[in-house]
């Protein structure tokens, strides 16, 4: 209770200007007490409007009063400071801090010196308080009916450039806030309302669009879900599409580790039974030489015998030889090498048959899409939703090729341009490609007159020069001809003729991941005159090719 007593005393002899107990307190005549110093500086920037009012209730003094020092309130307040109370002091002071505007706060426009915290904005007013200062917007009954609102730094932007006047009507001819001032000179006799019944309606247009989103703000969520479960069973597939292929090739690689183990142990089979037969062989020979040499040694020793009757009866039992083993056939054999070969014609077969498969693998691999081809557009608002800015590039630009209007021109002229050399330079035909590489959903428009055109989407590596370079006689490029009041639809030298009136725009619709390429007649409708699909298997650039008819132009439309 007793610092209940204390708060309510700070408060009490407290200035409400600088939130600080009262120094030389003097008091208005309409009761309200400031320090001499505050008020003083209050009338001070209030001089040269000849009119002083009271911060606290806005009453307004002329002249300005003369401002004498209140004894005893002066005596109170020392009395106060001498009961001891710094404590209390210091901790209205803390509070006070927290209630001064930082520049990021909207101020109170009657505060001088230091300002506080707006609390509420006033529209009438216009003007913003802080919580002392806003309440006779409370206790007085005219200030009572005012518009308050969260404080704001735009009060300002209420008030009419013109005529200094809040502006509380709404100019629905010029989609303006206006003034009643405005109502009656520049905006007389046009379609108006209060601020207040616009504010109305629109909150109503609010409310409905809000709906509106929140409706798709849910579809969307139910979508980022379906989008978030897809991305689990991709990883899921893929996971198991990973481990489930590691297995297979793991298993042909202990196929083949298998096979190789055979192949090894067969040789070193076949090279034990070889080599041991040799050796068996060898070691008879070697005993049968053995054998000869022995003989031969017992016959050279008879040959010196000089009696003769030992000679001859020694003779015939050394003269008799064992039977030879048979004369040694070797085989023109090459050994293993054949085996070598079976296994290096294993080899390649399995080779061409993974790079083959591996195609047909890859591209199993690359079909996998799971978000579902988006549907061709119906109407030129839809198409526009892909357009994309097309610039032709001057370095495939034939020499008789001017580039203008930011390089989206194309015109034909007698002369051949001075272009510098450049390998991607078209050298035979009156052709040139875009810079920008296309490989999405992509939408361009060309128009083209004084002559005859073709609309064209081709590979970078199309020929340059012959007649392999002309857009459409190639199996790289696909090409619309408006020639001769006439379409014709060229992809492979293969002509095909397109029906319809001969159009003066041409609309290029691409999906490159699709396979869908299409040309249309752009007027108030969209008329299909070719589509294609295929595969492509490169980035696609826009080309266009001029006949040679002096003067003929072709331009990539601006879209956006």
């Given at each position: 209770m007793a610092q209940k007593g204390v708060q309510l005393d700070q408060e009490t002899f407290s200035c409400s200007i600088c939130l600080d107990l009262l120094k030389d307190p003097v008091a208005t005549t309409c009761g309200h007490s400031y320090c001499m110093m505050c008020i003083k500086t209050h009338w001070d920037e209030e001089d040269r409007k000849g009119i002083y009012s009271c911060p606290e209730c806005r009453q307004t003094f002329t002249p300005r009063p003369?401002?004498?020092?209140?004894?005893?309130?002066?005596?109170?307040?020392?009395?106060?400071?001498?009961?001891?109370?710094?404590?209390?002091?210091?901790?209205?002071?803390?509070?006070?801090?927290?209630?001064?505007?930082?520049?990021?706060?909207?101020?109170?426009?009657?505060?001088?010196?230091?300002?506080?915290?707006?609390?509420?904005?006033?529209?009438?007013?216009?003007?913003?308080y802080c919580e002392q200062h806003l309440q006779p917007h409370y206790d007085a009954a005219p200030l009572s009916k005012h518009k308050l609102v969260e404080p704001s730094k735009k009060l300002q932007e209420n008030i009419c450039s013109h005529h200094d006047e809040v502006m509380k009507m709404f100019c629905r001819t010029d989609q303006k806030s206006i003034c009643y001032l405005c109502s009656v000179d520049e905006h007389k006799g046009h379609d108006m309302v209060s601020?207040?019944?616009?504010?109305?309606?629109?909150?109503?247009?609010?409310?409905?669009?809000?709906?509106?989103?929140?409706?798709?703000?849910?579809?969307?969520?139910?979508?980022?879900?379906?989008?978030?479960?897809?991305?689990?069973?991709?990883?899921?597939?893929?996971?198991?599409?990973?481990?489930?292929?590691?297995?297979?090739?793991?298993?042909?690689?202990?196929?083949?580790?298998?096979?190789?183990?055979?192949?090894?142990?067969?040789?070193?089979?076949?090279?034990?039974?070889?080599?041991?037969?040799?050796?068996?062989?060898?070691?008879?020979?070697?005993?049968?030489?053995?054998?000869?040499?022995?003989?031969?040694?017992?016959?050279?020793?008879?040959?010196?015998?000089?009696?003769?009757?030992q000679f001859l009866h020694s003779y015939p039992s050394l003269s008799a030889l064992s039977e030879s083993t048979s004369s040694i056939q070797i085989r023109p054999l090459r050994y293993f090498e054949d085996v070598t070969e079976a296994v290096s014609e294993v080899r390649d077969k399995l080779q061409d048959v993974l790079r083959e498969e591996w195609t047909n693998l890859s591209l199993t691999v690359t079909d996998v899409d799971v978000l579902l081809p988006q549907p061709e557009p119906t109407t030129?608002?839809?198409?526009?939703?892909?357009?994309?800015?097309?610039?032709?590039?001057?370095?495939?630009?034939?020499?008789?090729?001017?580039?203008?209007?930011?390089?989206?021109?194309?015109?034909?002229?007698?002369?051949?341009?001075?272009?510098?050399?450049?390998?991607?330079?078209?050298?035979?035909r009156s052709q040139v490609l875009s810079r920008e590489s296309l490989t999405r959903r992509c939408y361009w428009e060309v128009?083209?007159?004084?002559?005859?055109?073709?609309?064209?989407?081709?590979?970078?590596?199309?020929?340059?020069?012959?007649?392999?370079?002309?857009?459409?006689?190639?199996?790289?490029?696909?090409?619309?001809?408006?020639?001769?009041?006439?379409?014709?639809?060229?992809?492979?030298?293969?002509?095909?003729?397109?029906?319809?009136?001969?159009?003066?725009?041409v609309g290029v619709y691409l999906d490159h991941r699709a396979g869908i390429l299409s040309f249309y007649s752009v007027s108030d409708t969209m008329t299909l005159l070719h589509r294609v699909q295929t595969t492509f298997t490169q980035p696609l650039y826009a080309g266009l090719r001029l006949y040679d008819s002096f003067g003929a132009t072709a331009e990539f439309c601006k879209l956006k």
């Open positions: 003369v401002l004498l020092k209140n004894t005893m309130l002066a005596v109170l307040v020392d009395e106060m400071k001498k009961t001891g109370l710094p404590a209390a002091a210091a901790a209205a002071a803390a509070a006070a801090n927290l209630c001064y505007a930082g520049p990021e706060d909207v101020a109170c426009d009657v505060c001088t010196g230091r300002k506080r915290k707006a609390l509420k904005s006033c529209l009438t007013c216009p003007a913003s601020a207040a019944a616009e504010w109305t309606e629109k909150q109503k247009e609010l409310e409905v669009s809000r709906q509106n989103i929140q409706q798709r703000i849910q579809v969307r969520e139910k979508d980022v879900k379906l989008l978030q479960q897809e991305v689990q069973n991709i990883n899921r597939s893929a996971d198991k599409t990973v481990e489930d292929g590691e297995k297979m090739f793991t298993e042909l690689i202990r196929l083949l580790e298998k096979r190789s183990s055979e192949v090894k142990q067969q040789v070193r089979s076949q090279q034990e039974t070889e080599v041991s037969r040799v050796k068996e062989l060898e070691e008879k020979l070697q005993q049968e030489i053995s054998e000869l040499k022995r003989k031969d040694a017992e016959l050279k020793k008879l040959s010196h015998t000089e009696d003769h009757n030129r608002a839809g198409f526009l939703k892909y357009s994309c800015e097309i610039t032709l590039d001057p370095n495939t630009a034939y020499t008789r090729l001017i580039l203008s209007e930011g390089n989206r021109k194309a015109t034909y002229k007698r002369d051949h341009q001075s272009y510098p050399s450049h390998p991607d330079r078209f050298t035979d128009k083209w007159g004084g002559g005859a055109v073709e609309v064209a989407a081709s590979y970078k590596n199309v020929s340059r020069g012959s007649n392999e370079s002309v857009f459409g006689c190639n199996d790289k490029s696909w090409s619309l001809e408006c020639y001769n009041n006439n379409c014709t639809f060229l992809y492979n030298n293969i002509h095909t003729p397109v029906s319809g009136p001969l159009p003066s725009r």
